[in-house]
């Protein structure tokens, strides 16, 4: 098995993503990898790699596609970028993976416009998973690839996220939910209410309709909803506990017997911290397009990284993409 | 001055309702109230109530629209419901407010149509305060009233905050921001697009967008959005707020070290539920009918609702549905 990485991408690149690419070929000793970036950067950070150097095929991709152009004109324009080469390799199977920690977009674009949807798929969805410290947690799908959508992109959603769940975290039968502001069939807006009847429908387990305030309540293991809401709830879950963990901190400071007992309590904390991280689950697929290609999260350490590329592995393992092309055919849309 | 009370609203009804408005009365000796509800639960209650009984009238509205029926069809049967007996008595200046922890499709359907919109406004909409630890708390509106919008709907969204923020909680010139999903101009979908523009050539502050991870770190006095994105904020703060606190709990109490720390540390979360508790701040103004109308939370206990009529004063002692009726007419609309 053979991934594609992008070196360059991400806060902590290349040393972050090199590192955690040398992680992954040490835990997994069938894969061999296509490390991509400025050579210049890359190679020096492979000394102490002479155990697994044999499996990596350097690629020199000089271009960056940052996070402050425009996606589509990067991925039209920047060919010597490791994106655009990347989903490329993809396409023509040199490859049987794609993991970046780069630009969002620039993945969404690539994975869109050079390697392609699966045909009778309408949109390609981002899903990263969101931690709730009780099971593995709810992949939730869009999370911001999709700002408008149709009833009939978000009934693909579920079907593209059930089979992940199902195939990829071994799930039996992952209960799809809708996220809405009303547990009953008949709330929400006209997207929702839309999308309600052709769920019901669909030959995976829907279970209705999730509320905001249950969706960090493991009352699903597939939250489905448009990019703009996912995008709203991925950001403001960090906003949240960010905010609350800094109240907790300012209030623990603010008398000696709470300092004290602060410090006492510091394990908790720590594996509080822990439970909440969602850089642990490595990255979101990229589901809907014809290849296995995972999103790290931008601020991926080298451990985060070694993760998406184990998640790439198990999309590859279980044909994800080919088990969704299979799946949409059956599927009684709108 | 005059309020209308549902005494039979809440999760707590008639006898937190009943001693917050006895609460309020005391700290307010112009405060005069109609208490509306099932007269045989009520008066019980007001037997301690000697020093305020003068100021208290009573209305038996033996009706009461639940959470369970359509909130339209609720208003128009249900002619003796406290909501619809206290909107149709603000409408005829019979009382100069309208407080109510009932059903909150009952009060905004009852707003709507029976009480009326300001000539002018497309929606009227209900923003409650989204407590930050910090200030005074950002207002979010629209919360759930409208769920499909359209532009202009947030462009007055924008200025009925605006107005209130100002002139009830003293703030001079509050920050209107948009809720999406990037600060760019050009991000979100097409619904906040096309608002962006509009936003900026309106007479109040607009400070841009506000990103969901900025939403409880006092990025903005008020922060804009449809219904059901608000919706989404709202009942999801709640959701990771509660999920968080319980992984606390769980860890803390995984080891004898830190549930010793937690013991000590006790004080500070008491201050941290306080710090992140929105029943403190009253309740939500619907803004944008005419008449000043506050929607007490549903589990308000007799202090809540107490505040929940301190903020219906502040509203008829700035005359803010005047003031936004006047706002109205200035607005370059799409």
Known sequence: MRIFVDAMGGDNAPKAIVDGT???LRNHSQLSV??????????????D???????????????????DESPVMGVRTKKKSATVIGMLQLREHQVDGFVSAGSTGAVLAGGMFRLGRIPGIERPALAPVLPNGI????????????VDCKPDYLLQFGLMGSIYMRDCMNIAEPRVGLINIGVES??????VK???????????????????????????????????????????????????????????????????GALLAKPAFRRVKHAMDYTEVGGAPLLGVQGAVVKAHGSSNAHAFACAIRQCIRI??????????RGVDGLVQS
Request: glycine share 8%.
């Open 22 to 24: 040398l992680e992954a």
């Open 194 to 260: 839309e999308t309600y009847p052709l769920m019901e429908k669909a030959p995976y387990h829907f279970v209705g309709n999730v509320e905001a305030r249950e969706i960090t309540n493991n009352a699903a293991d597939v939250l489905v909803c448009d990019g703009f809401s996912g995008n709203l709830v991925l950001k403001f879950m960090e906003g949240v506990a960010g905010s609350l963990m800094g109240i907790i901190k300012k209030e623990i400071m603010a008398d000696t017997r709470s300092k004290i």
């Open 316 to 325: 590859i393992d279980a044909d994800v993409p080919g088990t969704i092309a």
């Open 34 to 47: 296509v490390l991509a970036g400025d050579l210049s950067q890359v190679e020096p950070l492979l000394k």
């Open 186 to 191: 008949d709330k929400g807006n006209a997207l």
């Open 135 to 146: 099971n593995q947690g709810s992949l939730l799908i869009d999370c911001g690839a999709n």
């Open 49 to 67: 790699a002479a155990d697994v150097r044999d499996r990596i095929e350097l690629v020199d991709a000089p271009e960056v596609i940052t996070n």
